[in-house]
């Protein structure tokens, strides 16, 4: 049971870093959420930045790695969930702020170099549409239906009260 707990966080672990490593590529004329041109981001700095941040999540792979051995400590073992659901947090958490920080760091290059780009296009927003009541918002049917569906197992589990023994009432309510 456990090396199967571990080996999912592992699965995760790889998924978080990996697509965390993903934004470092230039997609969209973007790299790390931070809009640049295909021969700004081909520059010196920006490329030191990019592997700056490539170390650092592959230090977050590692240092994770070698936290999720601590599962397998005995003092560990009745604590083992709530160890490995914080070390998911924990990594969410980290990740991003490791994420962020060298975007700012993007952004703060950006600015330095003056790297910024003039809008050349004109944005046309069609305001009658938004005046007309009830015309821009979602039919009320849909809403009608989403409740009813939430309230489907619970009405379930009142007209078969055998299944209220492997699924209680109250639990069936928490989705509305």
């Given at each position: 049971m456990?090396?199967?707990?571990?080996?999912?966080?592992w699965?995760?672990?790889?998924a978080m870093?990996?697509?965390?490593?993903?934004?470092?590529?230039y997609?969209?004329?973007?790299?790390?959420?931070?809009?640049?041109?295909?021969?700004?981001?081909?520059?010196?700095e920006v490329?030191?930045?990019?592997?700056?941040y490539?170390?650092?999540c592959?230090?977050?792979?590692?240092?994770?790695?070698?936290?999720s051995?601590?599962?397998?400590w005995?003092p560990?073992?009745?604590y083992?969930?709530?160890?490995?659901?914080?070390?998911?947090?924990?990594?969410?958490?980290?990740?991003?702020m490791?994420?962020?920080h060298?975007k700012n760091?993007l952004?703060?290059?950006?600015?330095?170099k003056?790297?910024?780009?003039?809008?050349?296009?004109?944005?046309?927003?069609d305001?009658?549409?938004?005046?007309?009541?009830?015309?821009?918002?979602?039919?009320?049917?849909?809403?009608?239906?989403?409740?009813?569906?939430?309230?489907l197992p619970?009405?379930?589990l009142?007209?078969?009260?055998?299944?209220?023994?492997?699924?209680?009432?109250?639990?069936a309510?928490?989705?509305p």
């Amino acid at each position: 049971m456990i090396y199967t707990l571990i080996i999912i966080y592992w699965a995760v672990l790889v998924a978080m870093i990996t697509s965390a490593l993903f934004f470092k590529n230039y997609s969209n004329h973007q790299i790390l959420g931070v809009t640049l041109s295909k021969d700004k981001s081909e520059t010196k700095e920006v490329q030191e930045i990019i592997k700056s941040y490539s170390k650092s999540c592959y230090l977050l792979l590692l240092s994770f790695f070698t936290l999720s051995l601590l599962l397998l400590w005995n003092p560990m073992k009745p604590y083992v969930d709530f160890y490995m659901l914080f070390l998911t947090f924990v990594l969410f958490l980290i990740t991003g702020m490791v994420g962020n920080h060298y975007k700012n760091r993007l952004r703060a290059l950006k600015e330095e170099k003056r790297w910024a780009y003039p809008s050349t296009q004109t944005l046309v927003i069609d305001t009658d549409a938004s005046k007309e009541k009830g015309k821009s918002a979602v039919p009320i049917l849909w809403s009608w239906i989403f409740v009813v569906l939430s309230l489907l197992p619970g009405i379930y589990l009142l007209v078969n009260t055998q299944d209220r023994e492997l699924y209680p009432l109250p639990l069936a309510l928490l989705g509305p």
